[in-house]
């Protein structure tokens, strides 16, 4: 892919995860009505895939991307926190936020010498991922109704080019929203008949589906 000016293709490079180790809090509260939960995970030394071949032209700005995956040593915290409230025995609204970090630690930002080879490697020093999730579901004697609307959004701290002193542009368009409708017609009390109807756009360099993130 070819951007204006002088393009710049970046190739990432592969590096050895080892000793992978993680731990998890959870939190639970239940009172009538009132249904929260919160979870935090740690993992260190995790090998992530990135999306990472990235056509740069002179100024910095991506031009183009394609798929390919790159193994390092990272540091991931995630954390989420949700609740629901129900009105009346009929009507529940709920919220959830989710966030992962992931701090690449063998990356070559900061390297003294950097090989020719590797001048134009792009350098993943941060990433963030964020998540919205709002739900609303009323029932009506047989009848459930249900709607839910998502955002996803990231934001990426990358460089290329000797010491990582060029900053990269137009990485953060890797987020998507989707919304979803569902109608429930209850049979018997272990029995429901229901279709949905959901959709997914992408930003720019969104690549959420249906199977995967």
Do not use: C
Request: hydrophobic letters at 35%; proline letters at 3%; aromatic letters at 12%.
């Amino acid at each position: 892919i070819v951007g204006t000016n002088e393009a710049k293709t970046l190739t990432p490079t592969a590096a050895t995860s080892v000793n992978t180790t993680a731990w998890t809090l959870g939190l639970n509260y239940d009172n009538g009505p009132i249904v929260v939960r919160a979870a935090y995970q740690a993992i260190q030394d995790a090998p992530t895939n990135f999306v990472t071949d990235y056509t740069v032209n002179a100024i910095g700005e991506v031009t183009g991307t394609v798929a390919n995956n790159r193994a390092a040593n990272n540091d991931i915290d995630s954390w989420m926190i949700g609740g629901k409230y129900t009105f009346g025995g009929t009507t529940t609204v709920g919220l959830v936020y989710d966030q992962n970090t992931n701090k690449a630690q063998n990356s070559q930002a900061g390297a003294a010498a950097i090989p020719a080879q590797l001048i134009n490697t792009v350098r993943f020093n941060e990433t963030k991922n964020k998540v919205w999730l709002l739900t609303f579901k009323h029932s009506m004697g047989p009848h459930d109704f249900l709607a839910s609307y998502a955002k996803a959004t990231a934001s990426v701290e990358s460089s290329y080019g000797p010491g990582s002193t060029n900053s990269i542009s137009g990485l953060d368009d890797q987020g998507a929203k989707q919304w979803t409708l569902r109608y429930g017609y209850n049979m018997s009390k272990r029995t429901q008949l229901y279709a949905f109807y959901s959709a997914i756009n992408n930003d720019q360099y969104g690549v959420y589906n249906f199977n995967q993130n």
